[in-house]
């Protein structure tokens, strides 16, 4: 791999160029981010989790942070490796000998959550600096003592240096995201009056003796990086001007090797630290500019939404930082890099920011990579199938083009039938929305690659099971998608009549337009996922007014907290109104542009004068009524994405990534 970089470094020259850190040569400029994968079991090393760090130090990762790792007894947790004993040697051993072969340097990654916590319900083991609570689950900590602290400091210290007799290359203090060492360099969530608060020696004194000790066991050689708070986003807590005397402070010492800094905490600022396809590319490099100046000489680890390796060289080339750190990018393509450096950018399946890697609570999965830690996932393309059949694919959506490029690739005949005249499905809507640009990239990539492997379509075409039948197809993968569900209030005429459709087909008409218009844009919501509040979004830059009305207690229940956390601030920002606990009462009044709802528990009821559009977001129903056809006739059938059951884009791409497979 090695190889490939430095005959092709002529197109990436900054970022394919090395750099010596700690006295030792990185090949490239490329860190992997710690991202939590929750690949290994019973706190103990997997075969899959290697495979997984193997596949990114394969794809030209120069150094790879790991998730965090129990480094310290309390931290008895199943889905982290567990260092704070012997019984895991092996395991970190072969761990750490599968990556440093492939010449990129291994980091475990220390970190504790403290009192930090954004799943339901309140966490009684928490430790923390302080007895004040989360900002987001309320979850006070024990206060840890002085004595504890020492203890502590101790157990992280033998922790890297048996990392360290396993062939890790050093450790990664993970200090911000509102985690424990974030709450006791923050004034805002450390009031201690011992030595380890109050002024800035104080609360960076916890932190400090970590790096010291680490450094007195682990030696001169062993790298040592820290994460620090940028900018916490909480008022009283950590700002730019805090974050540059911290950083500072903590690398004065000179036993710190290289800085990233992270933005958010524990609150609801949480969204920051991975900021998605809403906001600009790159959103801390400005931030990463202004810190840098106050730590001369400290190298520096860009990261946050670097997506594009032209992006990345060019962040290295300006010397806004001598590192370029990935994360969800690397989980989308482990090839990223290879790919770009061997000309082939339009290769690279690109990440689509939507954060569900982040959110699944499942060993690490993608919404465009469904090969994620499998031993041949690394620029993967499939081998010819034994024997050549006719395909057929209905539907041109994330599932259907999966498929679809799939057979073909492995030799079939592939013919796709697609309602629409362009393929993409419901991606291709969400794309047309704010912040949707990325959703195109999984269709991207497969129509790309469907075109190399041959496939044939046929768009706007809508096929009946007899059209399929006399196609005489050896196998039919059925990807047709799914329909919103009539809301049971709604008369069926009201449907029927076209006076109350579904936000998808409302928004059509809507498409290209952008005269702002008179009167409320009203969504029923039961749908709850991201794509019906950027519809909200869409309409506000159309409408006086958006309402978006739910029977449900609260917005985005369906989106992860970060989603929902960003949802909710831009609604805020750009005045879109919600109603909670209310559902609709129909009557005739909305041909005369008035809408009654009611409260669901007290009956209250009022009144939305002025409607100009009302369209209903819920959840779907698979269209799948050709199956049975399809499968009378004595034809193999492969039922995929929400024709199979409506769920996520990742549910999609993986089942049609089977099916592809499996014809």
Not at 52 to 65: D, E, K, M, P, W
Not at 535 to 544: G, N, Q
């Amino acid at each position: 791999m090695s190889a490939v970089i430095q005959d092709n470094n002529a197109l990436y020259p900054a970022l394919l160029s090395p750099y010596t850190l700690r006295g030792g040569r990185l090949r490239n400029r490329v860190v992997h981010a710690s991202m939590t994968t929750r690949l290994a079991e019973h706190g103990r090393v997997t075969d899959r989790l290697i495979q997984y760090h193997i596949n990114r130090a394969r794809g030209s990762a120069a150094l790879i942070v790991t998730e965090p790792l129990s480094m310290a007894p309390h931290q008895d947790i199943p889905a982290k490796v567990r260092v704070w004993n012997d019984e895991n040697l092996d395991g970190l051993k072969r761990w750490a000998a599968a990556v440093e072969s492939l010449d990129c340097r291994l980091l475990g990654q220390i970190q504790d959550p403290g009192r930090g916590r954004h799943l339901p319900g309140r966490n009684p083991h928490a430790v923390g600096a302080s007895a004040l609570a989360d900002d987001i689950s309320g979850t006070v900590p024990h206060v840890l003592s002085g004595a504890e602290l020492e203890r502590l400091v101790e157990s992280f210290a033998q922790g890297a240096q048996r990392l360290q007799l396993c062939g890790f290359s050093g450790v990664e203090l993970s200090c911000g995201h509102g985690h424990l060492f974030h709450q006791f360099l923050s004034p805002w969530s450390n009031v201690r009056s011992d030595a380890y608060g109050g002024d800035l020696a104080g609360r960076t004194r916890f932190v400090a003796q970590i790096v010291s000790a680490v450094r007195a066991l682990c030696g001169r050689q062993f790298i040592v990086a820290l994460k620090l708070p940028g900018n916490d986003g909480v008022a009283g807590g950590i700002g730019p001007v805090e974050a540059v005397r911290i950083a500072a402070h903590l690398t004065a010492s000179g036993d710190v090797d290289f800085l990233s800094f992270a933005q958010g905490s524990h609150a609801r600022s949480l969204e920051m630290h991975i900021p998605d396809s809403h906001g600009p590319r790159a959103p801390y490099l400005p931030l990463v500019r202004e810190l840098r100046r106050g730590i001369p000489g400290v190298p520096v680890a860009a990261l946050g939404y670097i997506t594009d390796p032209a992006e990345a060289d060019a962040i290295i080339a300006s010397g806004d930082a001598e590192l370029v750190a990935l994360g969800r990018s690397l989980i989308a393509d482990p090839a990223w890099l290879t790919k770009a450096a061997q000309g082939r950018a339009h290769d690279i399946r690109y990440c689509v920011s939507r954060n569900s890697c982040w959110s699944t609570g499942r060993p690490s999965a993608c919404d465009n990579n469904p090969r994620v830690a499998r031993s041949d996932e690394v620029d993967w393309w499939p081998a010819p199938a034994e024997r050549k059949r006719r395909v057929v694919v209905v539907g041109a959506g994330v599932a259907g083009m999966e498929a679809a490029w799939i057979a073909a690739a492995r030799g079939h005949q592939v013919t796709v039938f697609g309602r629409t005249g362009e393929v993409g499905g419901k991606a291709r809507l969400r794309a047309l929305l704010p912040g949707g640009e990325t959703y195109r990239n999984p269709v991207d990539y497969q129509l790309g690659a469907a075109r190399r492997a041959g496939v044939q379509f046929e768009l706007g075409v809508s096929v009946t099971a007899s059209d399929v039948i006399a196609l005489r197809p050896d196998a039919v993968v059925l990807a047709s998608g799914s329909n919103m569900v009539v809301p049971r209030w709604l008369p069926a005429d009201a449907v029927t009549s076209g006076l109350v459709p579904d936000l998808r087909s409302a928004l059509l008409p809507l498409l290209g337009r952008s005269n702002r218009q008179h009167g409320a844009a009203v969504i029923y919501d039961l749908d709850h996922t991201e794509g019906t509040y950027a519809a909200a979004e869409f309409l506000r830059a159309r409408f006086e007014r958006v309402v978006v009305i739910t029977p449900r207690d609260s917005l985005a229940q369906e989106a992860p907290v970060v989603t929902c956390q960003a949802i909710l601030r831009r609604f805020g920002q750009q005045g879109i109104e919600s109603l909670v606990l209310t559902d609709l009462k129909w009557n005739d009044s909305l041909e005369e542009a008035k809408l009654e709802y009611v409260h669901v528990y007290n009956g209250t009821t009022s009144a939305i004068e002025d409607v100009a559009f009302f369209a209903y977001s819920t959840p779907r129903t698979p269209e799948d009524a050709l199956a049975d056809p399809l499968r009378a006739a004595g034809i193999e059938v492969h039922v995929v994405g929400d024709c199979k059951y409506p769920r996520t884009m990742l549910d999609a791409t993986a089942e049609g990534h089977a099916a592809g497979n499996a014809v």
